[in-house]
């Protein structure tokens, strides 16, 4: 087998092994649902304020781009905004058909276009992407301690989530494994580092350290942090005001939208293409324990209550309208800058 065939079909299972998983797991969800219901459910759904949820998305989209700009600045570097607009809407177009890829095509198209080394800019990336899961740790902090009595639970319901954690953070293998993989590097660079293999990836580490480092030299750390903050609020605006479009969802108020919102940041975590499947069940068991509790509805009820919203949202923002502007970023970056290719 050549080399070539090797990387298409390596490529190809790194597509269609998380795809794959995602239609598992959607098939898992959907057969506990009632379709009729769930239909009827969708059909009572306002769809103009789902519209309404949209710029929201879009404007997080583009706010991150801002923040991105601030962290290559410090690299002596100033791209233009519009590209930098373009490749990461390009990105999540990337990311809905090849997950976690949208970043390195974002960097790829960046160095292309603007010249600028591209370890920096994976450097930066991390940077700008190290702030998510910690922004979606404050956000799980805060519905944590709003909502105590709904995670536990979510706990109770899906044990295996707890044991599997505590399990892992218990295990004596886990942490003597961390000492070894801690020690081993260091020693294995030191002891290889004429070759040329240890050469190559210390000058690529040293990109992406650099492009790390950019955020102490940033001109505004406030203005950062400004960016932070109106990216998440971004988000979770156009996920809560999917609540307003459907019946009896409407009612479960911002608790609930601040809980179910972290559950499906989460969610987003995992390497599937739009979340498939996995961002439903986590929204779904959100809202089918507040539906439970504080509506008093039946669990049947209740799943396809928060089926309908699931699927109905996932749908519309999750998958056409990401498909929409990831597709606009990639032409878009592509006809401005036509010249320089």
Not at 69 to 98: C, D, M, Q, W
Request: hydrophobic share 55%; net charge positive; glycine share 6%.
């Amino acid at each position: 087998m050549n080399k070539k065939l090797k990387t298409s079909l390596l490529n190809l299972t790194k597509t269609l092994l998380p795809l794959l998983f995602g239609i598992i797991i959607l098939w898992l969800v959907i057969k506990e649902l009632d379709l009729n219901q769930v239909i009827q459910n969708l059909k009572d759904a306002n769809y103009w304020i789902i519209a309404l949820s949209l710029p929201f998305g879009l404007a997080g989209q583009i706010i991150r781009a801002l923040r991105w700009e601030l962290l290559i600045h410090p690299l002596g570097h100033t791209p233009k905004r519009s590209n930098l607009i373009y490749a990461v809407l390009g990105s999540y177009g990337v990311n809905l058909a090849f997950p976690r890829l949208g970043e390195i095509w974002r960097c790829t198209m960046i160095s292309r276009y603007e010249k600028i080394p591209f370890t920096k800019l994976v450097g930066t990336m991390i940077t700008d992407r190290i702030f998510d899961p910690v922004a979606v740790l404050l956000i799980v902090a805060a519905a944590f301690a709003l909502n105590v009595p709904y995670f536990e639970a979510f706990l109770s319901q899906h044990p295996e989530t707890y044991s599997g954690i505590y399990g892992l953070l218990t295990s004596v293998r886990f942490y003597i494994a961390v000492i070894l993989a801690a020690v081993a590097l260091p020693v294995a660079f030191r002891l290889f580092r004429h070759t040329a293999v240890i050469g190559k990836t210390r000058h690529f580490l040293s990109g992406i350290w650099e492009g790390i480092l950019s955020i102490r030299h940033l001109e505004s750390r406030m203005l950062f942090l400004v960016h932070t903050v109106l990216i998440w609020a971004c988000y979770f605006l156009y996920f809560y005001i999917c609540f307003y479009a459907f019946p009896v969802i409407r009612d479960l108020g911002f608790n609930c939208g601040l809980f179910a919102f972290a559950m499906g940041s989460i969610a987003m975590a995992f390497p599937v293409q739009g979340g498939a499947g996995v961002w439903q069940t986590f929204v779904i068991t959100s809202l089918v324990l507040f539906l439970r509790e504080n509506m008093s509805i039946d669990t049947v009820a209740a799943k396809n209550l928060a089926g309908a919203f699931a699927f109905g949202v996932w749908i519309i923002q999750s998958f056409l309208f990401t498909t929409l502007y990831g597709l606009f970023g990639i032409i878009a970056l592509s006809v401005t800058n036509r010249k320089k290719r």
